[in-house]
């Protein structure tokens, strides 16, 4: 199941899809249920390698998931619905909305996009998914992209680290090619202290849109999303009303 509900609202006028980070789970937007409003159907996208799709091999590619969701997508949207993706999630989901658009089909009403440079913007960091166990978790301590409480449990870790590995190849092998703006607002959010997404690389999401953009930084770093859970969803919704 590539998709999880965490509401049963048969009555939604929209629907969110949330898209994880690297190495993460549809089950960390399961908290977010509480906050959702009866009109907004709330649904976490599964990735392979992880939780329910543990036993199936995670993809080291961005095309083939894309192309992989939109083929379930494909005709199966009756209300209006908008994505929103937290760093790796931001890229999957902008080029999910692209792939669709490709195909003819209805894309997102809204993007939402969270710690994650504008996707024409060059990754100046060195590749790291080709380390050594031992240099790949140091790298990305360094880079702060990845919970604490993870890092620090080895079970877990050895446990995590392939579909760790697996998710940083693909946003490193990324290679994005030029195609006319997407035609939904795009709202890009980020943390102040994030050492790896500066301002200027969310700003940059506003070439991707013709319609208005808005960038909103909030206090804390790469996962500001956690520590700042109850002004992010405040500020979703109040932008997720418009479309309903």
């Not at 976490?44 to 390698?49: A, F």
């Not at 005709?75 to 999910?96: N, R, T, W």
């Not at 790949?136 to 680290?161: C, H, R, W, Y």
């Not at 943390?191 to 909030?218: H, N, S, V, Y």
């Amino acid at each position: 199941m590539w998709f999880v509900n965490f509401q049963d609202n048969a009555s939604y006028r929209l629907r969110l899809f949330c898209f994880p980070f690297a190495g993460g789970g549809a089950s960390f937007y399961q908290k977010w249920a509480p906050y959702m409003p009866k009109e907004i159907k709330l649904t976490g996208v599964q990735l392979p390698g992880r939780e329910t799709k543990i036993k199936e091999p995670p993809f080291t590619r961005l095309q083939p998931i894309v192309r992989t969701l939109a083929n379930i997508m494909e005709g199966d949207q009756e209300a209006p619905f908008a994505f929103f993706g937290h760093s790796m999630g931001a890229l999957i989901s902008f080029e999910l909305a692209r792939e669709l658009r490709r195909r003819d089909q209805a894309g997102p009403n809204y993007l939402l996009v969270s710690a994650y440079r504008a996707p024409h913007l060059p990754d100046t960091h060195a590749p790291i998914h080709s380390l050594s166990n031992k240099e790949f978790m140091k790298a990305i301590q360094s880079i702060g992209g990845t919970p604490e409480a993870v890092l620090t449990n080895q079970e877990l870790m050895d446990l995590f680290l392939p579909v760790l590995r697996s998710d940083f190849s693909l946003c490193e092998t990324y290679q994005y090619q030029a195609e006319p703006k997407l035609p939904c607002p795009i709202l890009a959010l980020g943390g102040t202290e994030d050492k790896a997404i500066q301002r200027f690389m969310l700003e940059a999401w506003a070439e991707q849109t013709t319609r208005p953009f808005k960038l909103i930084m909030f206090p804390g770093n790469h996962f500001y999303l956690e520590e700042q859970r109850e002004a992010v969803l405040k500020t979703l919704l109040q932008e997720l009303k418009k479309l309903y």
